[in-house]
Nanobody
Framework: QVQLVESGGGLVQAGGSLRLSCAASGRTFSTYSGGWFRQAPGKEREFVAVISANGGSTSYADSVQGRFTISRDNAKNTVYLQMNSLKPEDTAVYYC?????????????????WGQGTQVTVSS
């Protein structure tokens, strides 16, 4: 069993930066891929980024490519999302997820564990 807790959300002006953290419990987290998704009011949850278990592979949604960077520190059981050049359309609740099969997937259904989310609000 893995529990995920996100932190680092908040209010930022357009063009600013935030770094989200996802702290995981459980010794097997280093064998899971880690993903970030987001959900804006009235919209479906959408894929943001994913990183493989060993950190060697990453993938991003087109909407954040070049602005966001996903990384992980397996010694700390933590996955990060560095968000730069934030836009008002990035406003959403951001969720961390983990896939025990180490899938590099953009599909919500590929992930087995989810955090409770952290709010990111970008003002114009």
């Amino acid at each position: 069993q893995v529990q995920l807790v996100e932190s680092g959300g908040g209010l930022v002006q357009a063009g600013g930066s935030l770094r989200l953290s996802c702290a995981a419990s459980g010794r097997t987290f280093s064998t899971y891929s880690g993903g970030w998704f987001r959900q804006a009011p009235g919209k479906e949850r959408e894929f943001v980024a994913v990183i493989s278990a060993n950190g060697g592979s990453t993938s991003y949604a087109d909407s954040v490519q070049g602005r966001f960077t996903i990384s992980r520190d397996n010694a700390k059981n933590t996955v990060y999302l560095q968000m730069n050049s934030l836009k008002p359309e990035d406003t959403a609740v951001y969720y961390c997820a983990a896939s025990q099969r180490n899938w590099m997937s953009s599909s919500y259904y590929s992930y087995d564990y989810w955090g409770q989310g952290t709010q990111v609000t970008v003002s114009s």
